[in-house]
């Protein structure tokens, strides 16, 4: 008997530091261990990862990210959080989903362009395009939002308002621009005030705002997106990195923010809170506008398990980018998930951002 309980304490004894070990290892190690590896292999230049579960949260930050506050150009996450500011008008009762784009933006009429809606603007069904045709002689030659704007009202429709999906960032440029007329304020005033005060997010800003360019994480230039400039050397005056555009702003790619601000902004919609939009239109952005067959969409957001990847339930919501960054929150886990990194999305398949994301998908179940 002595003997069994010796053995028994000594192989106790000889488990514990196991045992320790795991009981110290994060449940968010996984992931993170992703962009450390990742960024000593020197693929990934700077990343940040934020994870929110209710009342846990979980900041790290690899390579040349300074902290766990280094901001980012988000490219597309920048999308939902416009579409806020926009909302922020439709909760005051400025405009309808189902208002035609013509009755704010008279020009914008023939050509099939009198039946869009600005829901269609906010879904992706408008049938405008993802980019302009000019859109590198317009960044050459460091035109406006305003002239962006000019030149989306004029462009051709690619198809019937409605008659199928086409992932359009003129689509959210137009829905930024009645959202400019209707206030009387610019798209980067519009956010600041409506979306990034409300929620204090103290490290974000449309274009560079209060910050300076030496600020924000450089973006890496090898197999970007081609409107990016895609490491071109001729582009390096309007490319992801120059000033014009950091300064610019676009609603469908110029935001930056930080990590833990992206968690606070899908936080309020998560929760529903009714800080930057009523809680029944945080429900409304959440949720699928699609019909049967398309790309679920929301207002801004994309939805479904889809927009968080494998291992997230159908009620998710975010937004990916394609500077490399990734961010979504899911009810059913209560989980939010933000991963920042700097190395474009089409540069690695899969991406490390995206391998991460689905390492937090996984833990959040457990």
């Known amino acids: 008997m002595r003997r069994r309980t010796f053995l028994g304490t000594a ?6 530091p196991r045992l320790f070990a795991a009981a110290r290892r994060g449940r968010w190690d996984d992931a993170a261990a992703v962009l450390e590896r990742a960024t000593a292999d020197r693929q990934v230049d700077a990343a940040v990862l934020h994870v929110a579960q209710k009342d846990e949260t979980f900041t790290r930050h690899f390579g040349k990210a300074a902290s766990g506050d280094a901001m980012f150009l988000l490219g597309s996450i920048s999308k939902p959080i416009n579409v806020t500011a926009v909302m ?4 005051r009762g400025k405009f309808q989903l189902d208002d035609r784009v013509k009755k704010f933006l008279p020009d914008f009429t023939g050509d099939r362009r009198d039946d869009v809606t600005i829901r269609h603007l906010l879904t992706h069904t408008s049938g405008l395009p993802d980019q302009l045709a000019d859109n590198t002689e317009l960044r050459r030659r460091h035109a406006p939002l305003t002239e962006f704007a000019a030149q989306a009202v004029r462009t051709r429709l690619d198809f019937v308002p409605g008659a199928r999906y086409q992932y359009s960032s003129m689509g959210i440029l137009l829905a930024a621009r009645i959202a400019e007329l209707i206030s009387g304020s610019d798209i980067l005033t519009l956010v600041d005030r409506a979306v990034f005060q409300p929620l204090g997010m103290k490290h974000s800003a449309q274009g560079l705002g209060r910050f300076k360019l030496e600020d924000m994480v450089r973006c890496q230039a090898d197999g970007a997106a081609p409107e990016s400039g895609a490491g071109d050397p001729q582009a390096g005056e309007w490319d992801w990195n120059s000033p014009y555009w950091r300064k610019l702003g676009a609603p469908w790619g110029g935001t930056h923010a930080s990590a833990p601000d992206i968690a606070v902004f899908l936080g309020e919609f998560l929760a529903a809170r009714g800080k ?7 429900r409304l952005m959440t949720r699928n506008h699609n019909p049967e067959g398309f790309t679920p969409r929301g207002l801004g957001f994309a939805v479904g398990a889809g927009a968080g990847g494998r291992g997230c339930s159908e009620r998710t919501f975010g937004h990916s980018g394609s500077t490399g960054t990734l961010c979504w929150a ?7 998930c933000v991963v920042l990194t700097s190395l474009p999305s089409r540069a690695a398949r899969p991406h490390p951002r995206d391998v991460a994301a689905e390492r937090v998908a996984a833990a959040a179940r457990r």
């Not at 192989?11 to 514990?16: G, R, S, T």
């Not at 922020?88 to 909760?91: A, G, P, S």
């Not at 899911?330 to 939010?336: G, K, L, Q, R, W």
């Open 11 to 16: 192989l106790a004894f000889a488990a514990a």
């Open 330 to 336: 899911d009810p059913a886990s209560e989980t939010v």
């Open 88 to 91: 922020t008008l439709f909760d």
């Open 276 to 282: 930057a939009v009523r809680p029944e239109t945080a």
